[in-house]
């Protein structure tokens, strides 16, 4: 058995995986090594993760999650989990080489994420060949949700949208301009905050100022990070909330571009099920 965990800071995807099928699946807390100790993920993953083992062998962990992005902070993740499994190995690595392997499997690619945040990477196949910096909803993260949502209330505050969706919006929010400003500039997690309108974006999805504004940040995104790789040469394949939910539009904005988008998913996990499914199964016919 093998156990496969796909994870951000607010949660973790843990699925149980026999061949290539899934036999059982959990979720934790998210597990950023930056806000979280050893101690605390050990302790969650003994209550949480530990007994649905039931004594089985574990042959492989394999964690991907927000935060795990250098040796020293992968360790901690890598720890925690021998704390509580034993395995003959435990790999740990980023969020974006699960969307990597669980987009592109064993065929090079490149991969894309857009959630809250977004990012990108060039895939050869095995491991994460090129990168272009996200940098994050301030001066980056094109096509995010925290991006989206900041595009939306700059048009909002700024009386460019449809008549009517401006007042539509600040009362189904409870919000005011003041309110807003205070969100952003004032309180912490302001990206979250950004993305959380998405929902609204979704329920108006006909209106064209909203259309043309989330047209106008995927072709930001496919500009400014798909476009530094070899794109001409590969599918660009995506995973993310954001991705997910506004597909077409995703879709017309990369055909405007001749660009050939592949794969569009909300999570990679299925992906990574097959993957590491096809790679055991090889591993224990040689």
């Known amino acids: 058995m093998i156990i496969l965990a796909d994870g951000g ?15 059982k699946q959990a979720s934790t807390k998210g597990a950023n090594p930056f806000f979280r100790t050893r101690e605390d993920i050990s302790e969650e993953i003994r209550t949480t993760i530990k007994p649905m083992l039931n ?72 491991k994460i060949a090129d990168n272009v910096s996200p940098l994050g909803y301030i001066l980056g993260d094109e096509g995010s949700g925290a991006v989206i949502g900041r595009l939306f209330l700059g048009a909002c505050l700024k009386n460019q949208l449809t008549k009517g969706l401006k007042e539509k919006f600040l009362q189904e929010f409870d919000l005011t301009p003041a309110l807003i400003l205070d969100k952003v500039y004032k309180q912490p997690m302001a990206n979250r905050f950004l993305a959380s309108l998405s929902p609204f974006l979704i329920n108006n999805i006909e209106d064209k ?15 400014k990070n798909v476009m530094q790789y070899d794109y001409m040469n590969n599918e660009v394949h995506f995973t993310g ?46």
């Open 9 to 23: 800071s607010t949660k973790v995807d843990w699925r149980f995986v026999d061949g290539d099928k899934e036999i």
């Open 241 to 286: 909330s954001v991705a997910y939910h506004y597909r077409d539009i995703l879709r017309k904005a990369g055909e405007e571009l001749n660009i050939k988008v592949g794969n569009i998913v909300q999570s990679p996990m299925e992906g990574l099920i097959k993957y590491y499914g096809t790679l055991l199964a090889v591993t224990k016919d040689l």
């Open 209 to 223: 100022t909203i259309q043309n504004l989330i047209y106008g940040a995927f072709k930001d995104f496919f500009m």
């Open 55 to 126: 004594g089985h062998r574990v042959d492989s962990v394999h964690f991907f999650g927000a935060g795990c992005a250098s040796p020293e902070k992968n360790q901690i993740i890598i720890d925690a989990i021998t704390d509580n499994i034993k395995a003959s190995q435990i790999e740990v690595d980023s969020d974006l080489l699960a969307a990597a392997k669980g987009l592109c499997g064993s065929n090079k690619g490149i991969a894309c994420i857009l959630g809250t945040g977004s990012n990108s990477c060039y895939y050869d196949g095995e």
